[in-house]
Nanobody
Framework: QVQLVESGGGSVQAGGALKVSCVPS????????MAWYRQAPGKERELVST???????TYAESVKGRFTISRDRFKNTLWLQMSSLKTEDTAVYYC??????????????????WGQGTQVTVSS
């Protein structure tokens, strides 16, 4: 069973920066698109950023220009670098991986899997 483990959350003042990471229990970047989602108290989970297995990235309008998604194949790590943080960025941040239509190699999972989440709190 593939697991995603996030870390790096914490508390920061508005205008500050924070970097969260996600490490899959097995190497999946060549097969899977990855994404960061977040969920603020009382709100639905929302998509923050994606990176395809080919390296193409997308960002929500609310974080464009402030957040950067990246991955390191050798370190088997996905990151979300967050800068110019705002109080409205406060949320639990989740890493997600999407299974491809066809696996290159042994299929490891189907659908989407989630990490346990890491709390990011931005204070004014």
């Amino acid at each position: 069973q593939v697991q995603l483990v996030e870390s790096g959350g914490g508390s920061v003042q508005a205008g500050g920066a924070l970097k969260v990471s996600c490490v899959p229990s097995v190497y999946i970047f060549d097969n899977c698109g990855m994404a960061w989602y977040r969920q603020a108290p009382g709100k639905e989970r929302e998509l923050v950023s994606t990176i395809s297995r080919y390296g193409d990235t997308t960002y929500a309008e609310s974080v464009k220009g402030r957040f950067t998604i990246s991955r390191d194949r050798f370190k088997n790590t996905l990151w979300l670098q967050m800068s110019s943080l705002k109080t409205e960025d406060t949320a639990v941040y989740y890493c997600a991986a999407d299974a491809p239509p066809v696996w290159n190699g042994t299929p490891l999972f189907a659908g989407r899997i989630w990490g346990q989440g890491t709390q990011v709190t931005v204070s004014s």
